[in-house]
């Protein structure tokens, strides 16, 4: 399987990283069980978080669960499997080492506006061809990896970053996954038949002051990619970021790093305008 793992936790705005004795956050996003003290200390690029549990006699207040269901404009599952809308590869790009253990593709599919994504949801693909008892291919799911706006801005289109699948089984045999090899051997030009869109659990905070605290490996950073462009690399008349957004990647080598663009054009500018942004990675791999 594919190494898939991703959590975001949104806050409240904090002005500093530094202590602060309070009870649990109320914020629809954020579930700490008790209250808690917490310390997080960012300095010459290490970070220190301490975190201690602190149990209290009051029972704990339980916050009221908004649906997502109703959530405004976000739409679900406008195609499906039967029906999908045939998008078409416009570009796809090995974005791993070529001395990476495995490899992750980069890839962007025509859209034309029709599939009408919010960042933080995923769509599936149905990989051409039939299983292995003559009928079609299931769909796969993959998060998406653009803004809504899309790669290329226009919001004409979806892009995705995929972990080719392959193992040895109990027999020796090497196995190939179906959709992800489907999907990293696509050519430019080659359709691609898309459903969805679908999920409405990771979708961004929509308080622009907003702590986010995104936890990924892997190809996991993809919803996080459309985060991070849509914060800070895209300008809206209605949506201006002023919070403070923690990128942790887990990745097994830096060979196999996601997109360090992103950080580096944040982290790139200026001392300053690091602090103005308010964006800190955190990278962890191996060697
Ligand atoms: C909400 C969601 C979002 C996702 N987002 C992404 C994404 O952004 N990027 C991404 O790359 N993937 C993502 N995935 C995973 C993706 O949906 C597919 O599961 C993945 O690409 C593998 O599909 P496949 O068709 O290539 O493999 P399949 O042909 O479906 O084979 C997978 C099966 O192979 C077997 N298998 C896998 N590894 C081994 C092993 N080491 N030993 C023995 N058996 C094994 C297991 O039975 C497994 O179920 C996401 C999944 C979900 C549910």
């Known amino acids: 399987m594919a190494a898939v793992t991703a959590a975001a936790v949104s806050l409240r705005a904090a002005t500093t990283t530094s202590t602060s004795p309070s009870s649990a956050p109320q914020h629809s996003h954020c579930s700490f069980p008790c209250a808690a003290r917490t310390t ?34 976000v739409v679900t599952n406008k195609f499906r499997p039967k029906e999908p809308y045939v998008g078409k590869c416009l570009l796809n790009t090995k974005i791993t080492a070529d001395d990476a253990p495995g490899e992750t ?20 693909v149905v990989a051409d061809g039939q299983d292995k008892n003559g009928k079609p291919h299931k769909l796969r799911l993959y998060s998406i990896a ?20 392959v193992y040895t089984n109990d027999a020796g045999e090497v196995v190939k996954g179906v959709c992800s090899n489907f999907l990293c051997d696509l050519k430019p030009g080659a359709d691609v038949n898309i459903t969805g869109p679908v999920g409405k659990e990771m979708l961004m905070p929509k308080d622009p002051n907003a702590t986010i605290i ?19 690399f895209e300008k809206y008349e209605d949506y201006k970021f002023n919070g403070l957004a923690w990128l942790f990647l887990g990745v097994p080598t830096s060979s196999s790093l996601l997109y360090p663009e992103v950080g580096t ?5 200026s001392l300053h305008e690091i602090f103005l942004s308010k964006c800190y990675f955190i990278v962890s791999c191996d060697t």
Request: glycine share 10%.
């Open 40 to 73: 997080a200390v960012f300095r010459r690029g290490v970070l220190t978080v301490r975190a201690q549990a602190v149990s209290t006699d009051a029972a704990p207040v339980k916050e009221k669960k908004v649906s997502k269901k109703q959530e405004e404009g």
């Open 214 to 232: 995104m936890l990924a490996t892997g190809t996991g950073i993809a919803p996080f990619r459309s985060f991070l462009w849509k914060m800070f």
């Open 105 to 124: 593709w980069h890839m962007v599919f025509s859209t034309d506006g029709e599939v009408p994504y919010k960042e933080g949801q995923s769509i599936g």
């Open 146 to 165: 653009s803004s809504a706006l899309g790669d290329f801005g226009d919001a004409k289109t979806v892009s995705l970053c995929v972990k080719r699948l």
């Open 265 to 269: 054009s944040i982290t790139s500018r």
